[in-house]
Structures are given as C-alpha cells and as structure tokens.
C-alpha cells in the first residue's frame, strides 16, 4: 500500500511541473499573439482564451485537476460578479466568456507584456487605497470605455478569499452595477480548495464554477449587494461541501 505521504510528493512534484510549464506557455502565447494584439482587440481575447484552455487541459492530465463549468454562459453584454478564491476561477472564466475584461488592481498595468494586454482587452485599472477618488475614476473609465460591451467581470470582494472564509462584499460592485444599468450574472465556485492562494501544491479533483441566475438590473444598490452576497456565498458554500464528500 502506498503511503500518504509518497501520495503528497508526487502531487508535490506533478504541481511544480504543472507551475513552470504555465508560466512558459504564459509567455509562449503572449510573445505569439503579440503583433496581432498591438493592431488589434480580438487579438488580445483570443491570445487569452488560448492560454486558459490550455491551462484547463494541461491541469487536467498533468495534476488530475479537472474543470467544471456550470449554469449558462453569458454572451451578451453583460456584469458578471465572481467569487474570487484563486487564479484558476479566473481562468475558468475567460475560457467560457466570449468578450471579456476585467476591474483589476492598477499595479498589474506595469507587467511587462502582462500589462500591455489588460489595456488592449479594456480592463478597468482601480488604485487601491484611494477609495473615493478610485471608485470615481473606475465610473469614469467605464463610461468612456461603454463602447467595448462584452462581459465585465468584477469581484465584489476584491481580492481572494479562501473556501469558508468571509470578507464583505464592497459597495465598488453595486456602483458598477447601477453605473451600467445591466443585469448581473452572479458566480460562484470552490477553485480555491483545489488552487490555494499561496505554495506550489495543486489537489487533485474538480474545480467548479457555476453561473447562477442573473440579478435583474435597476435594484437599489444596499438591496443588490446584499442578494448577490446571499447568492454567491450559498452556492459557493455548497460547492464546497460537495467538494469535501
């Protein structure tokens, strides 16, 4: 009988593999699709639909790490508020939605390449730590930008939370929300049991997210924010349930 701890090498092993080669073929697909993405958009979105279907499939046979998308996938133009728990819920994501950007922090912008992509895909840059001049600047970065459409994907926390970990949901969101006058497609999921925020060590498993049944728009913003708190954190908590039987 093998032991649990020979177990935990290997995975340990399989999950460093699984690390390096992602990076490389971060930069692979960005150094790639880069002359296309300097000329144009659609560039950009295929370069990152690329490489998170990679990531899906590379996680599934080189860590036993399988990938499950549940509910229906928005293709309109669209605010999709996502439980944030790892980098792979982010992947999921983009490798469903057709047209999608992101509200992100304003330190990713100086990544080399990394940065370079997030502008031309018309991500929302947020400073952090300047709450009432930030929150101005995303409402007008947004307006200025309303001509992409596609799905804008926001984390009403903002930033990861572990599994059964409770944070509040910020009043960011709900601007947005009344800001676009959309409906919004809550998300859930449990990627975080599988890809901790931090160390090498991936679980195997399957990772879910879940798309749940939109918000309709013109709610008052205390009454959005605290359904799409209910919603998200029932679902999610019941992933990870379904995740620890």
């Known amino acids: 009988m093998i032991k649990r701890s020979t177990i935990y090498i290997f995975q340990w092993g399989r999950s460093l593999i699984f690390n390096v080669q992602m990076y490389l073929s971060l930069i692979c697909f960005s150094l790639i699709f880069l002359p ?10 295929v370069a990152v639909w ?20 549940r509910g229906k996938i928005p293709t309109n133009e669209v605010l999709i508020a996502s439980k944030h ?14 047209n999608g950007r992101f509200i992100m922090k304003r330190e990713l912008l100086y990544i080399p390449v990394f940065g370079q992509y997030a502008y031309r895909l018309g991500c929302v840059a947020v400073s952090r730590g300047k709450r009432g001049r930030a929150i101005f600047q995303m409402l007008k970065d947004l307006e200025r930008q309303s001509s992409i459409g596609g799905q804008l994907v926001v984390y009403p926390q903002g930033t990861r939370v572990k599994p059964g970990q409770k944070k509040p949901y910020k009043i960011g969101a709900a601007l947005i929300y009344e800001k676009l006058e959309q409906a919004c497609i809550p998300v ?6 599988f890809w901790p925020r931090r160390g090498v060590y991936r679980h195997p498993g399957t990772a879910v997210i879940e798309f749940l049944d939109p918000i309709s728009p013109k709610l008052d913003k205390g009454h959005f924010l605290k359904k799409l708190e209910v919603v998200i954190e029932t679902s999610s908590d019941q992933l990870l349930l379904e995740t620890k039987h």
């Open 36 to 45: 296309w993405m300097i000329f144009s958009r659609r560039g950009a979105l």
């Open 50 to 69: 690329c490489f998170a279907n990679y990531v899906r499939w590379s996680a599934g046979w080189l860590i036993n790490l399988k990938t499950e998308i």
């Open 85 to 98: 728990q790892s980098f792979l819920d982010i992947i999921m994501i983009y490798s469903v939605i057709p």
């Open 188 to 193: 859930s999921t449990n990627a975080g049991y």
